[in-house]
């Protein structure tokens, strides 16, 4: 029989209405903004989906050669590697690094494989105050609960059970207004990252040509975990690697509108190494631990092809079935959350953490196919689920995976075996299709008292189907004429939405998109940019900023604000309301601004002000990303720049009740002021 607390979980979340509609919320705003999104693809979306299948494949076939490649271009980048076998060494590893650095206060930013390892009780048994910075996973860390979504942890709360949390856990008087709760959280863990002796982050991809760790995230915490503290630990699955910079930039077309509807995160960040010499910001250790927690295990079982999924969540946003659940019903024999519930979770969780206790969850499934048709690397979910479930019933049917447990309901077998009895004789199939229908015509009215769904574990919230009048056999026999409907028009599926070729210039785009996104963008002459810049600082009563020293902004405009009574500091300062920097390049595809890090350029002048100001030149505007990652690279191989930020608009979050709120833990307001070549 399938696990009592599973059963529980699914009549729990079937009889939570607040659950159900919030469910039903996230699903249609998720699935609205990724249509939107791909909308705007270069190239067709079949097309991009086919490719990264192909180069998915490719890394997780060559998995050894890469890793390699990957782990001695990061250490020669100045990344100290750590390799952990399963969850107790990488946990020991993190221990370890922070006894020998002394540290009492970590700050976490969003990393699923810290969920899978449950990194968060090993290091407070030591002793240590651990903090999520993200504000989803901040509001479950507070109720002490795992999170509900790989994407939005927080999804199955209301606003005004997120403010009776923080009323309850941090004192402030209640409130239900979204961006009042935001506006909490950022000023209470914007002490936590001033603070912090170690960040703690995850990683969505690792390139394996340049040993670049690339970061996403929407709030600025990801940046803040890696820039401000002194020690940065990044945990990666051994499977998160691409093999160069144009891979990257597929995937990085693909995930983002995937997961929340954006052409590109609000922040992607490119780390090579710690600070160098001459920066004045950024951590002075970066460890990087490649996790395999049975990763291996799974890429030499027929399970393989779950190892190509990149953490977007798209599946579970499409599954009928976690819409109807949530992710706190995903839980295994023993009552255990996994970390990665909805179709892939059903496939990985089985895989990396035992067939035995997980192995009930491929059951969780219609097999409609949605998952696979959501999916941005086109991975097979449904046939995944087909094979853990077989491998549920016939021990050693995976090879490394073996399971003593039969997780199909006795009923269940009992009636496919029945079914196959019936099928394999045309008059027995004939006779039982007469006798089910009858049964059907009788039990109809009833069903809904029956509570049939108790009998499997399965089923909860499902209408009885309504039986037909008459045989299939006997309506749509051969020659015999049927009646004439309205044909439908076909479907349109996502995964063959065109591209609709942009006519605009770069800078006319940029502008768009850079507009689209919130951020406020100004073409001017470079004799106005200063006075331009002054006449906006003036406007919002700042007198003091942060900035960028001159050598890396347009001739004379840090000495025009000073002769003009604006105090300039190149130091980070939390204080200050303005940060001034310029710009590597701009991407006029997504609205992009290239921070680079370096000498005389702090990453933090673009991050902790409330006002980020940026000076770009028209010249340097670019269509794509792919286009400016040769200047990154340049500036890597020369050692000028540790790491690489792209900005896309103001940081924002949708964590609460899915309403999207401006201003989380990076800056507010964003300004471009482009000058015209």
Not at 305 to 312: D, F, G, N
Not at 478 to 499: F, M
Not at 607 to 615: C, Q, S
Not at 657 to 668: A, F, K, N, Q, S
Request: hydrophobic letters at 40%; a neutral charge; aromatic letters at 6%.
């Amino acid at each position: 029989m399938p696990p009592k607390t599973f059963q529980t979980q699914i009549r729990r979340a079937q009889a939570n209405p607040i659950l159900q509609s919030a469910l039903d919320g996230n699903a249609e705003r998720r699935r609205t903004a990724r249509e939107q999104a791909y909308a705007s693809l270069p190239e067709d979306l079949q097309t991009l989906r086919q490719r990264a299948h192909v180069r998915r494949a490719e890394v997780i076939a060559n998995l050894e050669r890469y890793l390699d490649q990957f782990v001695a271009n990061a250490q020669s980048n100045g990344l100290i590697i750590h390799r952990a076998a399963n969850g107790e060494e990488a946990v020991q590893i993190v221990r370890q690094i922070a006894r020998d650095q002394q540290a009492r206060l970590i700050s976490k930013s969003k990393t699923m494989v810290g969920e899978e390892i449950h990194i968060n009780p090993a290091l407070q048994d030591d002793g240590l105050q651990v903090v999520e910075t993200d504000l989803g996973e901040y509001i479950v860390q507070l109720r002490e609960e795992p999170p509900a979504h790989i994407i939005t942890p927080a999804v199955h709360l209301t606003r005004a059970e997120v403010g009776r949390t923080f009323e309850d856990k941090l004192g402030v008087p209640f409130s239900d207004d979204i961006p009042t709760l935001t506006a909490i959280a950022r000023r209470i863990l914007r002490q936590t990252f001033l603070e912090t002796d170690i960040g703690i982050s995850g990683v969505n991809f690792g390139v394996a040509e340049n040993g670049a760790l690339c970061l996403l995230t929407n709030e600025g915490n990801g940046r803040m975990v890696t820039t401000l503290p002194r020690i940065h630990i990044a945990l990666m699955g051994i499977e998160r690697l691409v093999p160069n910079l144009n891979d990257l930039a597929l995937m990085l077309s693909l995930l983002p509108r995937s997961a929340t509807g954006q052409k590109l995160t609000v922040y992607a960040s490119l780390i090579f190494g710690p600070r160098r010499p001459p920066e004045i910001d950024g951590p002075e250790q970066r460890h990087l631990i490649l996790v395999d927690n049975g990763r291996m295990h799974v890429r030499a079982s027929p399970l393989a092809e779950a190892l190509y999924c990149i953490r977007c969540g798209a599946c579970l946003n499409a599954c009928p079935v976690f819409r109807e659940l949530g992710g706190h019903a995903y839980v295994g024999a023993s009552g255990r959350y996994t970390p990665y519930p909805g179709p892939i979770g059903s496939v990985i969780s089985p895989g990396l953490f035992g067939i035995d206790e997980f192995g009930h969850l491929a059951r969780a499934s219609s097999l409609c196919g949605a998952c696979k048709e959501a999916c941005p690397v086109d991975i097979d979910l449904p046939g995944l689920l087909l094979r853990v479930r077989a491998a549920s019933e016939s021990p050693g049917s995976l090879p490394n995976m073996p399971s003593n447990a039969r997780h199909a309901p006795r009923p269940l077998r009992w009636g496919l075996k029945l079914f196959s009895w019936m099928a394999t004789s045309p008059r027995r199939f004939a006779a039982a299709q007469r006798l089910a229908g009858l049964f059907s015509r009788l039990l109809a009215p009833i069903a809904p008292w029956l509570h049939l769904p108790a009998l499997t574990g399965w089923g909860y919230n499902r209408d009885f189907p309504r039986p037909a009048l008459r045989p299939f056999h006997s309506q749509f026999s051969p020659g015999r004429p049927t009646p004439e409907e309205p044909k439908p028009a076909p479907p349109q599926s996502n995964n063959h939405l065109t591209p609709q070729a942009p006519t605009a210039s770069p800078l006319e785009r940029f502008q768009a998109e850079w507009e689209a996104l919130g951020g406020n963008f100004s073409l001017c002459a470079p004799s106005q940019v200063a006075g331009r810049i002054l006449e906006l600082l003036r406007s919002e009563g700042i007198h003091a900023i942060q900035a960028w020293q001159d050598e890396s902004l347009p001739d004379g405009l840090l000495e025009t604000l000073q002769t003009n009574g604006i105090q300039v500091s190149h130091q980070p300062d939390p204080a200050l309301q303005a940060g001034l920097t310029g710009a590597l390049a701009g991407i006029a595809e997504t609205g992009t601004l290239v921070i680079p890090a370096g000498l005389g350029r702090p990453l933090t002048a673009s991050l902790l002000p409330e006002m980020h100001i940026a000076v770009l030149r028209s010249s340097d505007l670019l269509t794509n990303l792919q286009q400016a990652y040769p200047a990154i690279e340049d500036l890597r191989q020369s050692g000028q720049a540790s790491s690489i930020a792209l900005v896309s608009g103001p940081s924002r979050t949708a964590d609460i009740e899915m309403t999207l709120t401006i201003g989380v833990h990076g800056p507010r307001q964003v300004h471009v002021f482009c000058l015209e070549s």
